[in-house]
């Protein structure tokens, strides 16, 4: 599970963040000022900051400075600022991926997985990360390209077992034994309606082509 560190001088923000990242999976650490945020990272051990800029003590510009003078951990802005100078100095400053506030929880913790992912830190054991797919089975929810996508239960499932084998190239048949737990008896477009469908919700994430048509045989992820 990652080990987190949080840098937000609202107490009521740090919290809710904490509070949620716990529930996800992960050790959290609070500091609530620049200053102390460079104590704790001292400490190290840290897979991933999160971070205001307005923080009393050490202002978070400088934070960030002295983090990538430091280490090479990934680093997520939060961010009241909104203006594109604004985030494009973020960026160049060294930070990872920025968030203005207000932001949800649900898009956080998905940009926290693709950090980790590129990281080679998995976000937990029990989440499947797939580009910028980040799927809960046990919340059965999937969130793309920090969008939350909804879906049916036959589609969380198949989507659930092509992630769980990103190299595998499935049969209709054995996605449709897999996921409806029947025999598979006769040729039908069960599953095509279904990966058209789902195809179609990830459409506005830009992910739909991360499913691939293997023809003559069925279906399989992009690598």
Same mark, same amino acid.
């Given at each position: ?11 009521? *923000?740090? =919290? ?17 000022? =620049? /200053? ?22 050490? %202002? ?39 968030? /203005? ?10 940009? *926290? ?7 080679? +830190? ?10 910028? #797919?980040? &799927? ?29 084998? %990103? ?7 054995? &996605?449709?034994?897999?996921? #409806? ?31 691939? +048509?293997? #023809? ?6 992009? %690598?």
């Amino acid at each position: 599970m990652p080990n987190i560190l949080i840098v937000e001088d609202d107490p009521s *923000i740090n =919290g809710l963040i904490a509070e949620y990242l716990r529930q996800k999976g992960a050790v959290c650490t609070q500091a609530f000022s =620049g /200053t102390e945020g460079r104590l704790c990272f001292g400490a190290g051990g840290f897979d991933l900051v999160l971070m205001d800029l307005m923080l009393p003590g050490l %202002p978070g510009e400088e934070l960030l400075a002295w983090l990538r003078q430091k280490s090479g951990v990934p680093v997520i802005v939060l961010t009241a600022r909104d203006e594109l100078g604004a985030k494009v100095a973020l960026l160049s400053g060294g930070a990872d991926d920025y968030l /203005t506030k207000p932001f949800e929880l649900d898009e956080l913790w998905a940009r *926290i997985g693709v950090q980790l992912r590129h990281a080679g +830190t998995p976000p937990q054991s029990g989440l499947l990360v797939y580009r910028d #797919w980040v &799927i809960d089975p046990a919340a059965r929810t999937l969130t793309a390209a920090g969008s939350p996508v909804e879906l049916t239960a036959h589609e969380f499932d198949i989507l659930e077992l092509l992630a769980a084998h %990103p190299a595998k190239v499935f049969t209709k048949q054995e &996605i449709f034994e897999a996921v #409806w737990r029947q025999d598979y008896f006769v040729e039908d477009k069960t599953i095509n309606v279904h990966i058209s469908n789902l195809r179609a919700k990830l459409r506005p994430t830009g992910t739909e082509s991360y499913i691939q +048509t293997v #023809w003559g045989i069925g279906f399989k992820l992009a %690598p």
